[in-house]
């Protein structure tokens, strides 16, 4: 075992967060109950947030960034792992408390660790990361609600983004009418339809001043946006129809009205991928590994190495990239 290895850790520097590519050891990790070889991490939108220092994600520092990562045991002395096994983190506190994936070695709580599904690789599952458990949570909180293929179209914002993109083509490959909100209709309208969306509707015609109600039209909503987005989406959701909010790309506020909710029954249901139960992680991934199209989820992602990580925080963060982003950590 190589007593240095790399690592993208924050630091404040002059009381701002500042990332950067370091060697450490393994006395500069903690010391939790499993030690895995990380093979690769992602850059989600939280990242971008953590790494370009645009949201203090990182509370306390130094801390090394990334909420994600996949790999291999190395070591154990948590009882239900042993060297060879192939796990899978995501969220749990990780680049908030606890030092995250952005390093070739990490030390974790074994009650973090998901195993990897059957079948399903690596780089996959970080294709996958936060980003896509996150939208099989949202399909599933819309599955929960009662929205099935044949309740009508149901509505993808921020479709071309990484939550959007893998709901996009879950949805689709589910059997869903996938209708994809996107600021990039010219850039990223061909890459849409080709995970399955049937229709696109830019994102001027969500993100304005909306009615209380406007005409009923979708069955349901995954919304990465928040802000008027939503508030749009929600006056324009069917009776008795849901709305799986899980972003605020656009901002955090909501700016709607009771009326959705006490006149069309529709129901907001929010989705947390940071905490939420390992049973509720083990189906969203389960499902994943069950309903996932592998061959679409090559064209929604490139593989990056660990250097480039700041570069990508910030375009993340400027609306800049398109699907998913895989780290190698050994690149
Ligand atoms: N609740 C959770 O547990 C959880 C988990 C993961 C992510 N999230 C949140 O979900 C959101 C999306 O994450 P992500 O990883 O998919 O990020 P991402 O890849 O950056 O995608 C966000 C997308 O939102 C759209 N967008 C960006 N700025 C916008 C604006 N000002 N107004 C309207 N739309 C805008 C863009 O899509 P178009 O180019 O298609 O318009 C962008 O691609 C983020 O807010 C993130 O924090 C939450």
């Given at each position: 075992m190589?007593?240095?290895?790399?690592a993208?850790?924050v630091e404040k520097?002059?009381?701002?967060?500042?990332?950067?590519?370091?060697?450490?050891?393994?006395?500069?990790?903690?010391?939790?109950d499993?030690?895995?070889?990380v093979a690769y991490?992602?850059?989600?939108?939280k990242?971008?947030?953590?790494?370009?220092?645009?949201?203090?994600?990182?509370?306390v520092?130094?801390l090394i960034?990334?909420?994600?990562?996949?790999?291999t045991?190395?070591?154990?002395?948590?009882?239900?792992?042993?060297?060879?096994d192939?796990?899978?983190?995501?969220?749990?506190?990780?680049?908030?408390?606890?030092?995250?994936?952005?390093?070739q070695?990490q030390?974790?709580?074994?009650?973090?660790?998901?195993?990897?599904?059957?079948?399903?690789?690596?780089?996959?599952?970080m294709?996958?990361?936060?980003?896509?458990?996150?939208?099989?949570?949202?399909?599933?909180?819309l599955?929960d609600g009662?929205?099935?293929p044949?309740?009508?179209?149901?509505?993808?914002?921020?479709?071309?983004?990484?939550?959007?993109?893998?709901?996009?083509?879950?949805?689709a490959?589910?059997?869903?009418?996938?209708?994809?909100?996107?600021?990039?209709?010219?850039?990223?309208?061909?890459?849409?339809r080709?995970?399955g969306?049937?229709?696109?509707v830019?994102?001027?015609?969500?993100?304005?001043?909306?009615?209380?109600?406007?005409k009923?039209?979708?069955?349901?909503?995954?919304?990465?946006?928040?802000?008027q987005?939503?508030?749009?989406?929600?006056?324009?959701?069917r009776?008795?129809?849901?709305?799986?909010?899980?972003?605020?790309?656009?901002?955090?506020?909501?700016?709607?009205s009771v009326?959705?909710?006490?006149?069309?029954?529709?129901?907001?249901?929010?989705?947390d991928?940071?905490?939420?139960?390992?049973?509720?992680?083990?189906?969203?991934?389960?499902?994943?590994?069950?309903?996932?199209?592998?061959?679409?989820?090559?064209?929604?992602?490139e593989?990056?190495?660990?250097s480039?990580v700041?570069d990508?925080?910030?375009?993340?963060?400027?609306?800049?990239?398109?699907?998913?982003?895989?780290v190698?950590?050994n690149?």
């Amino acid at each position: 075992m190589t007593d240095t290895f790399n690592a993208i850790v924050v630091e404040k520097v002059d009381g701002k967060p500042v990332a950067s590519l370091k060697k450490i050891g393994l006395a500069d990790i903690a010391d939790e109950d499993v030690l895995v070889e990380v093979a690769y991490s992602t850059i989600n939108y939280k990242d971008g947030l953590a790494v370009s220092g645009a949201a203090p994600i990182c509370q306390v520092t130094p801390l090394i960034g990334g909420i994600d990562l996949a790999g291999t045991v190395i070591e154990s002395r948590d009882p239900a792992f042993k060297p060879g096994d192939r796990v899978l983190v995501n969220g749990y506190g990780l680049s908030e408390r606890f030092h995250g994936g952005y390093s070739q070695k990490q030390r974790l709580k074994g009650e973090w660790l998901v195993r990897v599904p059957d079948g399903m690789s690596l780089e996959e599952c970080m294709a996958v990361g936060t980003a896509g458990y996150t939208s099989m949570l949202c399909v599933q909180a819309l599955q929960d609600g009662g929205v099935t293929p044949d309740s009508g179209p149901v509505l993808v914002t921020g479709a071309a983004g990484g939550v959007g993109s893998i709901a996009v083509s879950l949805l689709a490959g589910l059997g869903y009418e996938v209708h994809a909100s996107t600021g990039r209709v010219d850039e990223a309208g061909q890459f849409l339809r080709d995970l399955g969306a049937s229709a696109l509707v830019p994102r001027d015609q969500l993100a304005r001043d909306c009615k209380p109600l406007e005409k009923e039209t979708w069955a349901g909503v995954i919304d990465t946006v928040g802000n008027q987005t939503l508030a749009t989406a929600i006056a324009q959701t069917r009776y008795e129809g849901t709305v799986a909010a899980c972003g605020l790309a656009g901002g955090m506020a909501l700016p709607t009205s009771v009326m959705p909710f006490i006149l069309r029954g529709v129901t907001l249901r929010g989705v947390d991928s940071v905490m939420a139960s390992l049973p509720r992680r083990q189906r969203a991934w389960d499902a994943l590994a069950a309903h996932l199209d592998r061959e679409q989820l090559k064209s929604i992602y490139e593989v990056v190495p660990l250097s480039a990580v700041p570069d990508l925080a910030r375009d993340i963060i400027a609306g800049a990239v398109r699907g998913r982003v895989v780290v190698d950590v050994n690149a």
